[in-house]
């Protein structure tokens, strides 16, 4: 049923998409990047579905989910993939270049600075502190996204299942998901029958 929203056995209009303009999608990414120091997929959440409520929750971890599944940088992906959802190829260039043109003038800047004084004791002490805050950042992420799945036992196996591939077991990232979307498709489908 085209524009409608299911949920369980309620039916229900699907909500009008918001009027979202180039300009709009280049500074709301721009300021996703500028926010994200140490990852930018929180700021993404909490200012396109918090803030701006351009999507709904299922919706942000859905195109999430394809943008992980995609080659490339996440965060650039998901940028594409909502640019292009509202303003179509010039949106996503928009939303990309909002994304993307300020770090890449502050890490050229930074990477001129790192070369000539890396070798400082200090700079190693600085950039531990960072990596430890973009950890942090990447795990209260996971759990947001996660928040919306606790529900679901299906989700709960594959993520798992997931988690021991890769996490654990150390296998190759692209053999557990060319093998662990069937499955959850699979097992999506026979559950709705």
Known sequence: MSGTVVEGDLTRPAPAPPLVNLGMLFTAFLRITLSGF?????????????ERRWLSPR?????????QFLP?????NLSIVVGQRFRGVPGAISAFTGLVGAPFLI???????YSRYGHA??????????????????WAMGL??????WRLPRAIVVTLLGFLAVGVMQWPILPVILVLTP??????????R
Do not use: Y
């Open 59 to 67: 919706e942000f971890v859905d195109a999430l989910s394809l943008c």
């Open 121 to 138: 004791p200090v700079i190693d002490h600085a950039l531990a502190g960072v990596s430890a805050s973009a950890a942090g950042l990447v």
């Open 72 to 76: 490339g940088p996440n965060v650039v």
């Open 183 to 192: 499955l959850s498709i699979a097992a999506a489908w026979w559950w709705r």
């Open 144 to 149: 947001k996204m996660a928040q919306h799945f």
């Open 107 to 113: 890490v050229l800047s930074l990477g001129m600075i």
């Open 38 to 50: 140490g990852g930018t997929l929180p700021w993404a959440h909490r200012i396109l579905v918090d």
